[in-house]
Structure formats: structure tokens, C-alpha cells
């Protein structure tokens, strides 16, 4: 009777388990739907397909591609990597300027493998060297956009190529987001480097103890999130038609936003990579209703500001709540 009892508790607990990630998961969906009856209120096109795809096609779609790497790093590694805006921007030039002497393919090789160098770099030294993630990865955005101003002379450069071109006309951005949404999900959930990076999101002790190489994880999650930043700043840079230095300003802020928003832990260990597009949803839509309202950039940003620090904040108090070392 007693066995039968606890197998009952067992269940229910499990149930109760599942209720609550997916209610976590949901959390930031609701902020969503709320705004989205503020701004049918304000705007009763809203909602239409056209405003839809203008919304989402100014930037959201190359932020979710940069948000799917950032959020390996996050969950599973505590950390955060505030040189995105470089390497997006290395990618764009690099790839451009690749263009009329080793055509379209080999040029696309170049401005990926820039954005992966720079993560590798992260990697070995974040990893490896133990180096604080926030101090370094910041460096590296100055040190990188420095040296691609001395390279270019602080000019930015224009594509003639039709195949690079065309990347933003046929919607390749979103595909390629359908297709690293997929990856990241099979990857964190079924492979096993993948569960290595849960590990250490929960305990570096912990995982390197279980026999797990960090050193060589972080560097991987750094080049994969690299990777993806670099995606983005090419489709950025095929959208606006130019490389800039501007090409990735800001989208370190956002992209953390967006992840936190989301759910997704600073903590390392909590949080779920539809949180984290959900949360890119709400920035886009709360951008918008902003708009709407009224209110000007830079009172946005402010809001913007204020909201992140709260959201963290009561982040923090949850963790050092339930006992968590912070």
C-alpha cells in the first residue's frame, strides 16, 4: 500500500513538474498577449500581415538568430558575450569585402569563419584561462571593432553581388532561425556535448568532476554563439545593402534582454529557448506600442533599461531566496 502511495506522489509530483516548465516556458507569452491588445486598442491593423512583416523584418529576425547562440551561453554557462555588435559587423565586412575577388560562396566562408575566430578566441581564454566573461568579451568587441577601422580606413564598403544581395529578399534569415531553433533544441536536449553545457551551467565543480572537459565546452559554446551572431550580421548587412560600424550597435543589450525577459537564468541552469524568442517578441511588440504612444527613443530606452534591472533584480532575489549562491 505504502509503494503504491508513493508511486501516486511520484506521478503527481511529476506532473506538477511538467505543468510548471511549461508554465515557466509560457511566462512571457502573456506579456505578449497583453500587448497585443494594448497596440489592437491603439492600432487596429496591428495584427495584419503587413504590419507583421514590417515590424518583425526591421531587425527581430537577425536579433532571434543572434539570441539562439547567446542563449547557449546563458543558460549554460552563466555568462554573457558583449562582443556580438563585432562580430556581426566583422562578418559583414568581411563577406563584402571577400565578394568581387573570390566570389559569393568563398566570401560567405570568410565572414563565418571571422565571426567563429572571434568566438574561439573567447573560448580559449574565457575557458581555458579562466578569464571574467563580461571584462573580456567587452574587450574584444573594442579590440575587433578598432582593428577593422584601422583595416577600412572608418569607411564603410557597398555589395554589388546579386547572390548576397538577394539573402534578405527571400527570406533565408528566417529559415535560417527555424533551422538554429531546431539545432539548439536537439542539441542541449539529446546530445551529449549538449547535456555537458547543462552541467556546467549548474556547477562547473560539478561538471568537470563528472568528467566533463570545460575548458573545450565553453570554447564550443562560444564559437557556436559566434556563429550565429555572424549569420545575423551578414543577413543585417544584405538587408541594409552596406557594412557599417554601426551594423551590431546595441544588439549585446538586446539580445540579454530579450534572453532575460525571457526567463532564461543569469544564474546559468533555468530558462528555455522559446522564452528567449518570446522575449525578442516582446521587445519587438513593446518597441511598436511605444511608438504608438508616443514616447520617444530615448524615453524608451530608458524604459527599456529600468525594465531589465527590475527583471534581473528580482532575479537575484528569487535565487538568493531559494538559496542559491549568487
Known amino acids: 500500500m505504502d509503494k503504491a502511495q508513493s508511486t501516486t506522489t511520484d506521478r503527481r509530483e511529476i506532473k506538477t513538474s511538467i505543468v510548471s ?7 512571457i507569452y502573456m506579456g505578449v498577449l497583453i500587448l497585443t491588445f494594448i497596440g489592437l486598442i491603439l492600432d487596429p491593423l496591428f495584427l495584419s500581415p503587413s504590419h507583421l512583416i ?4 526591421a531587425e527581430a529576425q537577425f536579433l532571434a538568430i543572434a539570441i539562439a547562440g547567446a542563449y547557449l551561453i546563458t543558460y549554460g554557462g552563466k ?45 580559449l581564454c574565457i575557458g581555458f584561462l579562466k578569464v571574467n ?30 547572390l548576397f544581395l538577394a539573402i534578405n529578399q527571400k527570406s533565408i534569415p528566417f529559415y535560417f532561425l527555424i533551422f538554429i531553433i531546431l539545432f539548439f533544441h536537439f542539441f542541449t536536449k539529446s546530445s551529449r556535448c549538449g547535456q555537458s553545457v547543462l552541467m556546467i ?21 562560444f564559437v557556436l554563439s559566434s556563429l550565429c551572431s555572424a549569420i545575423a550580421g551578414i543577413c543585417y548587412c544584405s538587408s541594409a545593402k552596406l557594412a557599417t560600424f554601426n551594423t551590431g550597435a546595441g544588439y549585446d543589450f538586446k539580445v540579454v534582454t530579450a534572453i532575460v525577459l525571457g526567463g532564461v537564468s543569469l544564474q546559468g541552469g533555468k530558462g528555455y529557448l522559446s522564452g528567449a524568442i518570446g522575449g525578442l517578441i516582446f521587445i519587438t511588440f513593446l518597441e511598436t506600442v511605444m511608438v504608438l504612444l508616443g514616447i520617444q527613443i530615448y524615453e524608451q530606452e530608458i524604459i527599456k533599461g529600468v525594465m531589465f534591472i527590475g527583471v534581473v533584480g528580482f532575479g537575484v532575489h528569487l535565487a538568493k531566496k531559494a538559496g542559491h549562491r549568487v
Open 201 to 221: 551551467g549548474a556547477s562547473e565543480k560539478v561538471a568537470h568532476a563528472s568528467g566533463v572537459k570545460n575548458g573545450k565546452t565553453i570554447t564550443l559554446m
Open 79 to 123: 555568462m554573457a558575450d558583449l562582443s556580438i555588435p563585432a562580430i556581426m559587423t566583422s562578418a559583414g565586412f568581411v563577406t563584402i569585402s571577400c565578394l568581387e575577388p573570390f566570389g559569393f560562396y568563398p566570401a560567405l566562408l570568410a565572414g563565418l569563419l571571422s565571426g567563429c575566430l572571434i568566438g574561439f578566441i573567447n573560448g
Open 133 to 162: 566573461p563580461i571584462i573580456w568579451t567587452l574587450a574584444m568587441n573594442f579590440i575587433v571593432d578598432g582593428i577593422l577601422r584601422w583595416f577600412f580606413e572608418g569607411k564603410q564598403i557597398y555589395p554589388e553581388n546579386e
Open 21 to 27: 516548465k511549461i508554465m515557466n516556458a509560457l511566462e
Open 54 to 57: 514590417e515590424i518583425f523584418a
